[in-house]
T-cell receptor, first 116, second 112 residues
Framework: GAVVSQHPSWVICKSGTSVKIECRSL??????MFWYRQFPKQSLMLMAT?????????EQGVEKDKFLINHASLTLSTLTVTSAHPEDSSFYIC????????????FGSGTQLSVL | KQEVTQIPAALSVPEGENLVLNCSFT??????LQWFRQDPGKGLTSLLL?????REQTSGRLNASLDKSSGRSTLYIAASQPGDSATYLC???????????FGTGTRLQVFP
């Protein structure tokens, strides 16, 4: 089956620093990737849709200057949390669409971000 | 806008019980509905995907049904085991888009 690799699995950083999270499709190309955020005991909330070679589309309420998304190739999308603050602490997870038309997405293993 | 809710929010049962998890969605014009499992601090494992033209799907001890007209899906877990303990999420797409909207989740604990 299709594999999506997400790195790092967890990160702890100081307030004010920037953190980059990578999402890679290992055995397929993904023109579209999605980024979700999940707070403790809550469901996944879509943050943005990342399209290869174009600007990401952000959901309402998500600051595009805060959460920078780059989809530079068909196998890699990155999410950078800029000037992270404690309220940005969350579980971030990506998914990739292989474009097979069956509407099946494949998910990364997630990144737990803790901002001190 | 599609909204997906799940009940119960949490469930704790002894091993061996048969379980029903419920998922409701507001927009019945769905393409498909998916059930996922999430272990604590981990990503998602796809369990079952039901196309809009289907009524149910089965995989091992899991059976998922879909009733589009009433906006409901159920996940039936037979003979539950402690290894089934996890959060179960249902999800469907927002309208005609490729945005997957997740339900609120059911946290299941099966104790020996």
């Amino acid at each position: 089956g299709a594999v999506v690799s997400q790195h790092p699995s967890w990160v702890i950083c100081k307030s004010g620093t920037s953190v980059k999270i990578e999402c890679r499709s290992l055995d397929f190309q993904a023109t579209t990737m999605f980024w979700y955020r999940q707070f403790p005991k809550q469901s996944l909330m879509l943050m943005a849709t990342s399209n290869e070679g174009s600007k990401a589309t952000y959901e309402q309420g998500v600051e595009k200057d805060k959460f920078l998304i780059n989809h530079a190739s068909l196998t890699l999308s990155t999410l950078t949390v800029t000037s992270a603050h404690p309220e940005d602490s969350s579980f971030y997870i990506c998914s990739a669409d292989p474009g097979t038309g069956d509407e099946k997405l494949f998910f990364g293993s997630g990144t737990q971000l803790s901002v001190l | 806008k599609q909204e997906v809710t799940q009940i119960p929010a949490a469930l704790s049962v002894p091993e061996g019980e048969n379980l029903v998890l419920n998922c409701s969605f507001t927009d019945s014009a769905i393409y498909n509905l998916q059930w996922f499992r999430q272990d604590p601090g981990k990503g998602l494992t796809s369990l079952l995907l039901i196309q809009s033209s289907q009524r149910e799907q089965t995989s091992g001890r899991l059976n998922a049904s879909l009733d589009k007209s009433s906006g409901r899906s159920t996940l039936y877990i037979a003979a539950s085991q402690p290894g089934d303990s996890a959060t179960y999420l249902c999800a469907t797409f927002q309208g005609d888009t490729d945005k997957l909207i997740f339900g609120t989740g059911t946290r299941l604990q099966v104790f020996p």
